[in-house]
């Protein structure tokens, strides 16, 4: 079973910026996807950001390109989302996914979930 545990969450400015870590409590050869996905109070968990463990492939969605970048350590088996510009409509709990398989935004598609980190900005 793997665990997922995010950190880095907290309250920021708009225009101010957050990294997000995600550590995994094991790297095995089922995950293959790490994705992050945030969910606002009254909406769905919608997705953010997606990247392969061995080729680095990236997948964002268009809200957050140019703005936000994810990122891996392979040796501490750690995903982390570089957050800059942000907006008050980034403000959501913020969760962190594994899956195997091929690159996706779709959360039903994830395996492994975190127990999510808030992330809260002012205008």
């Known amino acids: 079973q793997v665990q997922l545990v995010e950190s880095g969450g907290g309250l920021v400015q708009a225009g101010g910026s957050l990294r997000l870590a995600c550590a995994a409590s094991?790297?095995?050869?089922?995950?293959?996807?790490m994705g992050w996905f945030r969910q606002a109070p009254g909406k769905e968990r919608e997705f953010v950001a997606a990247?392969?463990?061995?080729?680095?492939?990236?997948y964002y969605t268009d809200s957050v390109k140019g703005r936000f970048t994810i990122s891996r350590d392979n040796a501490k088996n750690t995903v982390y989302l570089q957050m800059n510009s942000l907006k008050p409509e980034d403000t959501a709990v913020y969760y962190c996914?594994?899956?195997?398989?091929?690159?996706?935004?779709?959360?039903?598609?994830?395996?492994?979930w975190g127990q999510g980190t808030q992330v809260t900005v002012s205008s």
């Open positions: 996914a594994a899956r195997k398989g091929l690159l996706t935004g779709n959360p039903w598609e994830y395996t492994y």
């Open positions: 094991q790297r095995t050869v089922s995950i293959i996807v």
């Open positions: 990247i392969t463990w061995n080729g680095g492939v990236t």
